[in-house]
């Protein structure tokens, strides 16, 4: 996540969270990682992490499957 250009193509990065200041500083410090903001995608409330963490199984299938633990996805709209 520290190194979002190190990937062939753009990729998402998935915010969640109550405190809509909270998010700001994240989204921020994820700009200033490379993260570009039309890249992040806020999900709502905190409700929503609950979906991001089941993220972490497909990550080890795409990882297991392509051989490689650089992969991400992208949202396209």
Known sequence: MNNPAGLPSPSTVFL???DAGAKST???LLADL????GWQVDLG?????????HYIFLSFAMAQSLGTTSVNIAVVR
């Open 34 to 37: 490379g993260w570009d903001p």
């Open 26 to 28: 994240i989204s921020q």
């Open 16 to 18: 969640a969270g109550n």
């Open 45 to 53: 409330g905190i409700a929503q992490a609950r979906a991001t963490e």
